[in-house]
């Protein structure tokens, strides 16, 4: 299972935050690049560890190298 966490919004709070699976690379890749294409229409952060395929292959570099509580910090702080 593949898990990717994105924060929707150029200052999200925690309810702006989702956690989405999917049972294949390919199902991620095709997600994520729904997202960029919304890039410049909405803002997000992809939170946690690079997403990788079931071979361990990037599929998407991370904009955030931490985990949630860190990010939300981040943003409080303006770091993020």
């Not at 593949?2 to 200052?11: D, R």
């Not at 229409?41 to 997403?51: E, Q, R, S, T």
Request: proline content about 1%; charged content about 30%; aromatic content about 10%.
């Amino acid at each position: 299972m593949i898990k990717v966490t994105i924060a929707w919004g150029q200052s999200p709070c925690e309810d702006q935050i989702e956690t989405y699976t999917f049972d294949t690379g390919k199902e991620a890749e095709a997600f994520l690049k729904g997202v960029e294409e919304g890039n410049g229409w909405l803002d997000y952060a992809v939170i946690g560890d690079d997403v990788k395929d079931e071979q361990g292959n990037i599929i998407m570099h991370t904009s955030y190298d931490g985990d949630l509580d860190e990010y939300i910090t981040a943003v409080e702080e303006g770091r993020a």
